[in-house]
């Protein structure tokens, strides 16, 4: 996957934008003179969310400064329509009943998008994109993966999607210190895992000569994280390439919560710590010896979870390690969407060659640096072809909290520079390479292609069955959690065996054999179509193959 290393805005792009802020930018001007001259711009309406986070004199979503040059500079007269970001399918169900759709909708949830298609208020774009598109067109030439996943079950191509940079969505933190004292080593199997967590809680591993640590927590995100270890954070498994209900996945978990709830080594009242807040702050005071998280940013763990460590016990040692390996085989976390839909066009759009334009407009490089950094000399300056931005809070309130949603089809992974590096990000900060360091440990420790992927795929890349199905699954799911809970946390009075089958005799009751049927049939049908683990690992291998040249360059 190729990227750029950071250069200068082109020149175009910031004479454009000088024009702009020096009030040129009016609404009489309907024209768009391009390589091939003169054209006549057309009007199209495009979606963007309202997170109403704009500054009351920077105008609204739909009318501010960086609409104002949107129009100004790209292919066509667009009025923005603002979708509420807290509850976007009801506005987004009201516009496409009513026939007022916007052209081009820009929509992160394929829960919303997906019944679009269903219902036919879609427009195909293979066409669009062969006739009226250079940017796009040579983008998904180049990376035909955003072919794949955007082709709906009929073969034709609906979604535009961009290509994210890629980082692990999970991991586990240790507290090394506690390994030294105790003369341990990090875990390697969920059994030794449960030994070491053992250790942490019994051995007095804090010296303060009480029992009062855990040895892990399964609070909050811990959970999933830890449900990921054994291959049992989605409900549904491939064996024998046949999607099907992960029951000897999730009797391993729940049987491994079981024995670290019965001997101690976990809060007694895990249960109740919904959003594990609880357990975050036991881990931050010093109570909890290692920490399953959810988080794509190294920098995020050190700020929220690393240093307040530290703060509270100045002796504290953490690092990360790698998923132990369980019955079910050694996996990595998930990761990032690297492929993500974003973008679809109305069956209603009256002029959809100008909204492929638009698209092209807005996928191009130029554009979405402008979009991302602002002008220079006002917002950020190049100091050896590194945006600097100059003041953060002018910066965030006329650039980032306006531009945040222009940038929907912004492919990250192609533009990740050594400007991302928290060596260069935090040039001025006596600590870069220790967060260097520390960002280069997490990438190493949960991005290594020699083990499995422990879900079919993202979670945006999975399918959502019919609705009445859809109600029985999320249903049928409450009820086993329950199930399993129970068996969790009654010691001898209801096992993990007597669970597994009043799971299985509830799952039947609630549709499971016409939900299990659905998903085989899904999986048959679309998995040359869907971004599977083959697909994520090539990206990942490509893009670390790239991260390592762009630290070399970085350093020199």
């Known amino acids: 996957m190729k990227k750029n290393i950071w250069v200068a805005i082109p020149l175009a792009a910031v004479v454009a934008l000088g024009s702009v802020m020096a009030g040129c930018a009016k609404e009489e001007d309907k024209t768009n003179t391009g390589e091939a001259g003169q054209e006549t711009k057309k009007d199209i309406t495009v979606s963007i969310y309202d997170r109403g986070i704009i500054a009351q004199d920077e105008g609204t979503v ?198 670290l709830y019965d001997e101690g080594m976990i809060d007694r009242d895990f249960s109740m710590d919904k959003n594990g807040a609880k357990a975050k702050q036991d881990f931050i005071n010093g109570k909890i010896g290692i920490y399953p998280f959810l988080d794509t940013s190294s920098m995020s763990i050190i700020q929220n979870l690393i240093d307040p460590l530290k703060k509270n016990v100045a002796s504290a040692d953490v690092t990360f ?37 638009f698209v092209d407009f807005i996928v191009r490089e130029s554009t979405m640096q402008t979009l991302q950094y602002g002008v220079e000399g006002t917002h950020y300056k190049l100091t050896d072809g590194v945006p600097e931005i100059m003041d953060a809070a002018k910066h965030k309130k006329e650039v980032g909290d306006i531009t945040v949603d222009m940038r929907m089809l912004h492919n990250t992974a192609l533009e990740f520079g050594k400007a991302d590096l928290p060596l260069v990000k935090y040039k001025n900060d006596p600590r870069k390479q220790e967060y260097q360091n520390f960002y280069e440990l997490y990438r190493k420790t949960y991005l290594t292609l020699d083990k499995s992927y422990p879900e079919l795929t993202v979670s945006q890349h999975m399918p959502a069955p019919p609705k009445n199905l859809a109600t029985s699954e999320t249903n049928a799911e409450k009820a086993m959690t329950d199930i399993w809970m129970k068996a969790v946390v009654s010691g001898d009075k209801y096992t993990i065996q007597q669970a597994v089958q009043d799971a299985q005799d509830n799952w039947r009751k609630g549709d499971g054999k016409e939900i299990e049927e659905w998903y085989k049939n899904w999986y048959t049908t679309n998995k040359d179509n869907t971004m599977l683990p083959k697909d994520i690992y090539e990206i990942i291998k490509q893009q670390n193959e790239e991260l390592d040249k762009i630290i070399q360059e970085a350093k020199k």
């Open 62 to 259: 739909e009318s501010n400064r960086w609409t104002n040059w949107v129009n100004a500079n790209g292919p066509a007269n667009v009025k923005f329509v603002a979708i509420p970001r807290t509850n976007p399918a009801e506005k987004i169900n009201v516009l496409f009943a009513s026939g007022s759709a916007p052209d081009l909708l820009f929509e992160f949830a394929p829960s919303i998008r997906n019944p679009l298609y269903e219902q036919k208020q879609l427009m195909p774009i293979d066409d669009l994109i062969e006739k009226y598109s250079v940017d796009y067109k040579k983008l998904i030439n180049e990376y035909p993966v955003l072919k794949k996943v955007g082709t709906k079950s009929d073969g034709k191509l609906y979604e535009f999607g961009r290509l994210a940079w890629v980082e692990p969505a999970r991991g586990f933190l240790i507290r090394t210190d506690w390994l030294k004292k105790l003369n341990l080593e990090a875990p390697k199997t969920t059994e030794e895992l449960y030994n070491v967590a053992k250790a942490f809680t019994e051995q007095d591993p804090d010296g303060n000569g009480k029992k009062d640590t855990f040895g892990l927590t399964v609070s909050g995100n811990a959970e999933l994280t830890m449900r990921q270890v054994f291959g049992s954070s989605s409900k549904w498994v491939l064996k024998n390439d046949q999607l099907v209900p992960n029951w000897d996945e999730q009797t391993d978990y729940y049987g491994f919560v079981k024995r």
């Open 321 to 357: 390690f790698a998923y132990p390996k369980s019955k079910a085989g050694a996996f990595i976390p998930t990761v990032g969407n690297p492929v993500q839909m974003v973008g679809v066009v109305s069956a209603t759009a009256k002029n959809p060659d100008s909204v492929m334009k």
